[in-house]
């Protein structure tokens, strides 16, 4: 009797255990943790549980609310944990979710949705993969010449505008859907073609007028008057003399008439017969680049033909005396080399390139530089009657050497020009015109006075190098 009394005592016992069980589940929850941690929030309670959020329009991230089977019950086919919550199916589409209420389970079924993917843009700053396979479409293209290196800088940018300009798409540098498919379409526009230049046409010189030749006119040296100018003017449009027309048939126009028979007759005599002068003024008469010499015209310093003073210069380098640039400015080192080419020839030495210079300048007599002849006095100049031996310094310095020395020291001197390219002639350790001239294109270059005397710093220069001003 006893112990039927203790099983019927802790019979209602456990009664008591799960009603309070079962009314600690269906407690209602609390308002104020809801609107603090929004739907869903765990509930305080003796087992914690999520509430059922409250129904919402189906988005393209959420899953759609299916309606629970009214015949799950506790006992149905849902797996459930120990605590009674049921547990996610890993198969990913049925997800039962443990809804208590009146000991009736709900399943909420929620399929497996997987979002639209969206085309990524391509803009200033990206990089990667998608915009090295950018960069190789717009080369294959045309429109980019850079190297496809997956960084989309500014000459991506400015070949995208340049497609998009092409292909009528908004001009802004960005790769977004519609600029990527006309690019990866077959329809894509290639740049436009650059037309080629059109060649300039050059048009043949017209011929002058042909005079009436008289067959028995034969244009030589030393003759004048109105047939050779007129065959002075022509020989200047054809290129082969430089200058003005002298009417005088000189060495010069001689050289040209040479020219031109070489280059357009079978013959060359330097004599302007019938059939050279029908040549010359036919409009078959080919001209030249290269002119034979300068005629009726005095060059010097400051004078404004370039033409004229690049042939004077070309003539004077030809023959070694001139080492500048032939660039038609008649400058110093113009001068001097006139100058030289004056003192070896035996003319009057100027500087100026008149009638008789230009004459023996373009002849077949005129002497070369180094030819190993020493220059006589010209013209009026002073000649020199007699030259002085120079010794050295006892005390090491330098000597001053000007024109009319001698000995070893001008010898040494000559020969310090020569090895720098300033003195052409034979190094005779005379001190005479050539060296005055050689030592003024020496001070010339190293901003030195231009006396043509060899002082102390001249020859410190030339032997020892360049130094400081002042020094």
Same mark, same amino acid.
């Given at each position: 009797?006893?112990?039927?009394?203790?099983?019927?005592?802790l019979?209602?016992?456990?009664?008591a255990?799960? #009603?309070?069980i079962?009314?600690?589940?269906? &407690?209602?929850?609390?308002d104020?943790?809801? /609107?603090?941690?929004?739907?869903? #929030?765990?509930?305080?309670?003796?087992f914690?549980m @999520?509430?059922t959020?409250?129904p919402?329009?189906p +988005?393209?991230?959420?899953?759609?609310?299916?309606?629970p089977?009214?015949?799950? *019950?506790?006992?149905?086919?849902a797996s459930?944990s120990p605590?009674?919550i049921?547990?996610?199916?890993?198969?990913?589409?049925?997800?039962?979710?443990a809804?208590?209420g009146?000991?009736v389970?709900s399943?909420t079924?929620?399929p497996?949705?997987?979002?639209?993917?969206?085309?990524?843009?391509l803009k200033?700053?990206? /990089?990667?993969? #998608?915009?090295r $396979?950018?960069?190789?479409r717009l080369? !294959?293209?045309?429109?980019? +010449?850079?190297?496809?290196d997956?960084?989309?800088?500014?000459?991506t940018e400015? =070949?995208l505008?340049?497609?998009?300009?092409?292909n009528?798409l908004t001009?802004d540098?960005?790769?977004? @859907?519609?600029t990527?498919?006309?690019l990866?379409s077959? /329809?894509?526009?290639?740049p436009?073609?650059?037309?080629k230049?059109t060649?300039r046409?050059t048009?043949?010189?017209?011929?002058?007028?042909?005079?009436r030749?008289?067959?028995?006119?034969?244009?030589?040296v030393?003759?004048?008057g109105?047939d050779?100018?007129?065959m002075?003017? @022509?020989?200047?449009?054809?290129g082969?003399? $430089?200058?003005?027309a002298s009417?005088?048939?000189?060495a010069?126009t001689?050289?040209?008439v040479? =020219?031109?028979q070489?280059?357009?007759v079978s013959?060359a005599d330097?004599?302007?017969?019938?059939m050279?002068?029908?040549?010359?003024?036919?409009?078959?008469?080919?001209?030249?680049?290269s002119?034979a010499g300068?005629?009726g015209?005095?060059?010097?310093?400051?004078?404004?033909d370039p =033409?004229?003073v690049?042939r004077l210069?070309q003539k004077l380098?030809?023959?070694?005396y001139?080492t500048?640039?032939?660039d038609?400015?008649?400058?110093?080192?113009t001068e001097? =080399?006139?100058r #030289?080419f004056?003192?070896?020839n035996?003319?009057?030495?100027?500087g100026?390139?008149g009638d008789?210079?230009?004459q023996?300048l373009?002849?077949s007599?005129?002497?070369g530089?180094?030819?190993?002849?020493q220059?006589?006095a010209?013209? /009026?100049?002073?000649?020199i009657?007699?030259?002085? !031996?120079?010794?050295p310094?006892?005390?090491?310095?330098?000597v001053?050497l000007?024109e009319?020395?001698?000995?070893t020291?001008v010898?040494?001197?000559?020969q310090a020009?020569?090895?720098?390219?300033?003195?052409r002639l034979t190094?005779?350790g005379?001190?005479?015109?050539g060296t *005055?001239?050689?030592?003024?294109?020496?001070?010339?270059?190293k901003?030195?006075?231009?006396?043509?005397?060899?002082?102390? &710093?001249t020859? @410190?220069?030339?032997?020892e190098g360049?130094y400081?001003?002042?020094?």
């Amino acid at each position: 009797m006893e112990n039927r009394n203790k099983k019927r005592l802790l019979g209602v016992l456990c009664l008591a255990v799960i #009603a309070i069980i079962l009314a600690g589940c269906t &407690a209602t929850p609390d308002d104020s943790g809801r /609107n603090q941690a929004g739907s869903g #929030a765990t509930v305080e309670g003796p087992f914690p549980m @999520r509430t059922t959020p409250p129904p919402q329009e189906p +988005t393209d991230t959420v899953a759609p609310i299916i309606t629970p089977d009214p015949g799950a *019950t506790a006992g149905g086919t849902a797996s459930l944990s120990p605590w009674g919550i049921a547990t996610p199916n890993p198969s990913g589409f049925v997800t039962p979710t443990a809804t208590w209420g009146g000991g009736v389970i709900s399943l909420t079924v929620s399929p497996s949705i997987t979002p639209e993917p969206t085309s990524s843009v391509l803009k200033l700053g990206a /990089n990667g993969p #998608a915009v090295r $396979s950018l960069q190789q479409r717009l080369k !294959d293209l045309r429109y980019y +010449t850079g190297s496809v290196d997956g960084d989309f800088g500014k000459g991506t940018e400015s =070949a995208l505008k340049a497609f998009q300009s092409r292909n009528k798409l908004t001009v802004d540098g960005i790769a977004g @859907r519609a600029t990527l498919n006309r690019l990866n379409s077959s /329809n894509a526009l290639p740049p436009t073609p650059t037309p080629k230049p059109t060649p300039r046409y050059t048009p043949t010189p017209r011929p002058t007028a042909t005079p009436r030749v008289n067959p028995n006119l034969y244009l030589k040296v030393g003759m004048s008057g109105s047939d050779v100018r007129k065959m002075q003017e @022509r020989l200047i449009q054809l290129g082969y003399l $430089s200058g003005n027309a002298s009417a005088r048939f000189d060495a010069v126009t001689e050289q040209a008439v040479y =020219a031109f028979q070489r280059r357009n007759v079978s013959y060359a005599d330097g004599i302007a017969g019938p059939m050279t002068l029908e040549k010359l003024y036919s409009s078959s008469a080919r001209g030249t680049s290269s002119s034979a010499g300068v005629i009726g015209m005095t060059l010097e310093r400051g004078v404004k033909d370039p =033409a004229a003073v690049r042939r004077l210069q070309q003539k004077l380098k030809d023959l070694r005396y001139y080492t500048g640039a032939i660039d038609g400015d008649f400058g110093v080192s113009t001068e001097a =080399a006139v100058r #030289a080419f004056q003192a070896a020839n035996g003319l009057r030495v100027d500087g100026k390139a008149g009638d008789s210079t230009m004459q023996r300048l373009f002849s077949s007599n005129a002497i070369g530089a180094g030819s190993g002849t020493q220059p006589t006095a010209p013209g /009026n100049a002073t000649p020199i009657p007699f030259y002085v !031996d120079v010794t050295p310094n006892p005390q090491g310095g330098y000597v001053t050497l000007r024109e009319g020395n001698s000995g070893t020291l001008v010898r040494n001197l000559q020969q310090a020009m020569k090895d720098q390219g300033y003195f052409r002639l034979t190094v005779d350790g005379l001190y005479g015109v050539g060296t *005055t001239e050689a030592v003024r294109e020496f001070q010339r270059r190293k901003g030195l006075s231009q006396d043509g005397v060899a002082g102390p &710093a001249t020859q @410190r220069i030339l032997f020892e190098g360049n130094y400081p001003a002042g020094s």
